[in-house]
């Protein structure tokens, strides 16, 4: 009887690897005929998590798709962007351009006379290190119609005075000029205004005052905001330019001349932007200026992001096609996506394109389109954009179409926010359902680990009887 008992609960029937008790063994038996219960759950879960993760990437394929074609669909927006327009310059290292819908198409003939600048005024020449005169005041002074206040402690230097001068006018946001502090020498400094804007009705005025005039800044000396005034030199005030007028840019456009206050110009070309990069010299020949229909920029900026968008949804449901047999609703809609890209425009209007393949673009066999025939696109594009226009944004255009397909599917009441509200539901409720499972499953294992210790210190307690027993046996047989 103790060999029996011994070999069932000291050997643990051969399963024992020293590293483990018996009780550890027999528990974790238990704990694997349990486990197909929590691997099943824990597919379930993954699962569900694959498909809300498949859903999530199509919604946004789905979103990016509906911004695509839905900028055809804004009032007053969606047949101009068909007619880009584009202006190319001859030289674009003295003007570069950019044009919108309302450009007309023709050639200019445009020289650049001049650049518009900014104004410059420098004060006189000073010792940086001797004593201000105006050391020891507070003073008013005014520039461009703003005031300032300055206040010059004693014994302040003319450096000194000019850096609080030039604090005064930076640190006002209202500032229409900024101003520097120069050592033209090792020994002396000068006082620097520019203005923030350019041309001549931005030309530096100002009122005399003891703080301008110390600087030798005067309307009598400088004779400020006309064609005639003081130009600086090395040693006294002046303006950079005599003339306020050459503030501004001159251009001479088909024999006109005409000036503006600034190098980026947008009111001199209908739709067309200029912006001058720098002036031509008197024996420089004018450079061409030449509109027309910017036909590639249509089909790469406004056609070519739709097909881009429309490609990748149709990709993405062709590569997850085992998410895709599971939903009817889904096997519908990518059919009804490939319909629509080649179903007939009715609205397109006689003699007009009502096919997308007529405008060179091509359908692939798992229903993906490109541009196979750039030319002819860009070649209709230049003749009538409005052909082209009628075929996206018309009563039953593709725009429309792609529109009605994606309807039930998107939004707060949309298909797909139903399907992954479901799942999360779900996904929660098996993260629950695993859980407890668990939890039954230690509790069992953990009843089953008190029986069998209890079972062992049993045995151990009738081994040690059984042992007396034997030994008393054997001394009253002798």
């Known amino acids: 009887m103790s060999d029996i008992l011994g070999t069932a609960f000291s050997v643990g029937n051969g399963l024992s690897s020293g590293s483990e008790s018996n009780t550890d063994l027999l528990i974790s038996a238990f704990r694997r005929t349990k486990q197909p219960q929590i691997d099943a759950l824990n597919k379930r879960k993954t699962d569900l998590e694959t498909r809300q993760t498949f859903l999530n990437g199509f919604r946004s394929r789905l979103e990016d798709l509906q911004s695509k074609f839905s900028v055809f669909k804004e009032t007053g927006t969606a047949n101009t962007r068909f007619f880009a327009n584009k202006t190319t310059s001859s030289d674009t290292s003295v003007l570069t351009t950019s044009s919108d819908t309302t450009a007309l198409a023709g050639t200019y003939s445009l020289k650049v006379n001049r650049l518009a600048t900014n104004d410059v005024l420098v004060s006189d020449r000073k010792s940086k290190d001797a004593v201000s005169s105006l050391a020891g005041t ?27 001068i030039a604090s005064a006018i930076n640190g006002n946001t209202a500032s229409k000029v900024r101003a520097s502090v120069v050592r033209d020498t090792s020994s002396t400094v000068r006082l620097s205004f520019t203005t923030k804007d350019s041309g001549t009705d931005a030309n530096i005025t100002f009122v ?18 006309t064609d005639a005034r003081q130009v600086l030199n090395a040693t006294n005030a002046g303006f950079q330019r005599a003339s306020k007028s050459d503030l501004d840019a001159s251009l001479t456009l088909d024999g006109i001349e005409v000036t503006r206050s600034t190098n980026t110009i947008a009111d001199l070309i209908t739709g067309v932007t200029l912006t001058l990069q720098k002036a031509q010299g008197i024996t420089d020949n004018p450079i061409s200026l030449t509109t027309t229909k910017d036909s590639e920029s249509v089909a790469k900026n406004v056609i070519q992001p739709l097909l881009d968008s429309f490609n990748d949804t ?27 890209i080649s179903e007939s425009v009715s609205s397109a209007g006689e003699n007009n394109p ?50 009605r397909v994606l309807n039930g599917f998107l939004g707060d009441t949309g298909l797909i926010n139903a399907r992954t509200t479901d799942l999360r539901s779900q996904i929660v409720s098996v993260g629950t359902r695993t859980k407890d499972v668990q939890q039954r499953i230690d509790a069992q294992a953990e009843n089953l680990r008190k029986e069998y ?20 046996a054997t001394n009253n047989t002798i």
Do not use: C, H, M, W
Request: charge should be negative; glycine fraction near 6%.
């Open 354 to 403: 009502k096919y997308l393949t007529e405008l060179g673009i091509t359908i692939a066999a798992d229903g993906t389109l490109s541009i196979s025939d750039r030319k002819k696109l860009e070649d209709l594009l230049a003749d009538n954009p409005q052909k082209v226009a009628d075929l996206f944004t018309g009563n039953d255009g593709v725009a429309t179409k792609l529109e």
């Open 138 to 164: 507070s003073q008013n002074f005014e520039i461009q119609g703003i005031s300032y206040s300055v206040s010059i402690d004693e014994n302040d230097t003319n450096e000194q005075t000019f850096t609080k």
């Open 453 to 472: 210790e209890n079972l062992q210190r049993n045995f151990l307690k009738a081994q040690s009887q059984f042992s007396a027993l034997s030994a008393f």
């Open 208 to 225: 005399d005052s003891d703080v301008l005039n110390d600087l030798g800044i005067t309307t009598a000396a400088l004779n400020p905001n």
């Open 314 to 340: 149709l990709r993405y449901l062709n590569n997850n096609s085992t998410q895709l047999r599971a939903d009817t609703a889904l096997q519908g809609f990518r059919s009804r996506l490939r319909g629509v």
